[in-house]
T-cell receptor
Framework: NAGVTQTPKFRILKIGQSMTLQCTQD?????MYWYRQDPGMGLKLIYY???????DKGEVPNGYNVSRSTTEDFPLRLELAAPSQTSVYFC???????????????FGAGTRLSVL | GNSVTQMEGPVTLSEEAFLTINCTYT??????LFWYVQYPGEGLQLLLK?????DKGSNKGFEATYRKETTSFHLEKGSVQVSDSAVYFC?????????????FGSGTRLQVQP
């Protein structure tokens, strides 16, 4: 069982470039999340989704966009990359709303992004 | 708003030593509490959880008790191994309607030496 899969694992961007971080899960979870992890810090919520077609902002949404056209996929888009977006990005999913009541989240291995 | 405070690391211990990592929280209502572990190069994975006051979560020799009176959820292990070297995150679950996101502490790096 693959769980939550993120691609790419590493990426270097130049200032002003765009990219999409991919996230897919095969557990049929309704809830999905994007977090960023800065050095020495906890994870901060960027965007989340409670089901296909429904997304909403988290704590630090500026500079990012998301879409959720299917239950499985939840891509994160950076439109104009800035050095402040250098971070490790984690996608997670949760069985909340699809039979599971505990908010246990399942994480991907992360994408390490550097903006230079 | 919700917040989680963890003791700063790194924590360096010898194998078979006793481990405590402190975690306190601020939350409205009655959150669920979690410990997640992050091994090098990997994503976070759930270590243990507790959903109500006085519950004790346990897994792989680790334990933590939900203390509502002290708003704490300290992680303990009686005898650590080199393989326990990782970053440990305390987290709480926002019980409000909607996003149900996790609020994380800043993480505590544990290094266990042979």
């Amino acid at each position: 069982n693959a769980g939550v899969t993120q691609t790419p694992k590493f990426r270097i961007l130049k200032i002003g470039q765009s990219m999409t971080l991919q996230c897919t899960q095969d557990m049929n979870h309704n809830y999905m999340y994007w977090y960023r992890q800065d050095p020495g810090m906890g994870l901060k919520l960027i965007y989340y989704s409670v089901g296909a077609g429904i997304t909403d902002k988290g704590e630090v949404p500026n500079g990012y966009n998301v879409s959720r056209s299917t239950t499985e996929d939840f891509p994160l888009r950076l439109e104009l990359a800035a050095p402040s977006q250098t971070s490790v990005y984690f996608c997670a999913s949760s069985p909340l709303g699809s039979g599971g009541e505990d908010n246990i989240q399942y994480f991907g291995a992360g994408t390490r992004l550097s903006v230079l | 708003g919700n917040s989680v405070t963890q003791m700063e690391g790194p924590v360096t211990l010898s194998e078979e030593a006793f481990l405590t990592i402190n975690c306190t929280y601020t939350a409205t209502g009655y959150p669920s509490l979690f410990w997640y572990v992050q091994y090098p190069g990997e994503g976070l994975q759930l270590l243990l959880k507790a959903t109500k006051a006085d519950d004790k979560g346990s897994n792989k020799g680790f334990e933590a008790t939900y203390r509502k009176e002290t708003t704490s959820f300290h992680l303990e292990k009686g005898s650590v191994q080199v393989s326990d070297s990782a970053v440990y995150f305390c987290a709480l679950s926002d019980q409000g309607a909607g996003r149900r996101a996790l609020t994380f502490g800043s993480g505590t790096r544990l290094q266990v030496q042979p």
